[in-house]
């Protein structure tokens, strides 16, 4: 199956800094969309991302199919972004039946 | 709320007892998603349903394990005869039709005693 990893593993932060999160995968994909855990656990959708760039406030991404990488990019960093941000592919278009990477843990410190 | 909803958020139960676990998806959407949270394995998809129908549960263990999403009601995923390691979070998640962007309920926290 298709592989995903993501780098770095963790990361730790001041409050105010910017990062980037990247997200390599083996095969081409017609889905990929980046998820941030909380520490509460709940998954939730930060980008359907699958080629482009998209921006949400504080965040943006990048997903370049052709070279099967995306990129996270947080700025300006808050101690409410803290937690483990996944990256999530599927080759099948249409599919959600998404394959996970290991994510990268966050910790930003005021 | 008109977002995935999940019950229990919490499930305890002793080896060899039966876990149900309920989704009701996000308004307008028919496609339903089951994953798990396993502490050293991350997050991995179980199984893939529409209403009356099993797409892909490639990812379903082959025993003890089963989901149906009925015409009427929430999608249950069923755990006969619990082990311990069945102790995981498990998130029930959905698209609409022809979309592949998948949105997360806040899902259940099963403990096996």
């Known amino acids: 199956g298709i592989q995903v990893e993501q780098s770095p593993p963790d990361l730790i932060l001041q409050e105010g800094a910017n990062s980037t999160l990247r997200c390599n995968f083996s095969?081409?994909?017609?889905?990929l969309q980046w998820f941030h855990q909380n520490p509460w656990g709940q998954l939730i959708n930060l980008f359907y991302?699958?080629?482009g760039t998209k921006q949400n406030g504080r965040l943006s991404a990048t997903t370049v199919a052709t070279e099967r990488y995306s990129l996270l990019y947080i700025s300006s960093s808050q101690t409410t972004d803290s937690g483990v941000y996944f990256c999530?592919?599927?080759?099948?278009?249409?599919?959600?039946?998404?394959?996970f990477g290991k994510g990268t843990m966050l910790l930003v410190s005021p | 709320n008109a977002g995935v909803m999940q019950n229990p958020r919490h499930l305890v139960r002793r080896r060899g007892q039966e876990a149900r676990l309920r989704c009701s998806p996000m308004?307008?959407?028919?496609?339903v998603y089951w994953y798990r949270q396993l502490p050293e394995e991350g997050l991995k998809f179980m199984v893939y349903?529409?209403?009356?129908?099993?797409?892909?549960e490639s990812g379903m263990p082959k025993e003890r394990f089963s989901a149906e999403f009925p015409k009427e009601g929430p999608s249950i995923l069923r755990i006969q005869q619990v082990v311990r390691g069945d102790s995981a979070a498990y998130f029930c998640?959905?698209?609409?039709?022809?979309?592949?962007?998948?949105?997360f309920g806040e899902g259940s926290r099963l403990t096996v005693l």
């Open positions: 308004k307008g959407h028919s496609h």
């Open positions: 999530a592919v599927e080759r099948r278009s249409g599919y959600s039946t998404l394959t």
């Open positions: 349903l529409q209403k009356e129908n099993i797409i892909d």
């Open positions: 998640a959905s698209t609409a039709i022809g979309a592949g962007e998948l949105f």
């Open positions: 991302i699958p080629s």
């Open positions: 095969d081409s994909v017609n889905n």
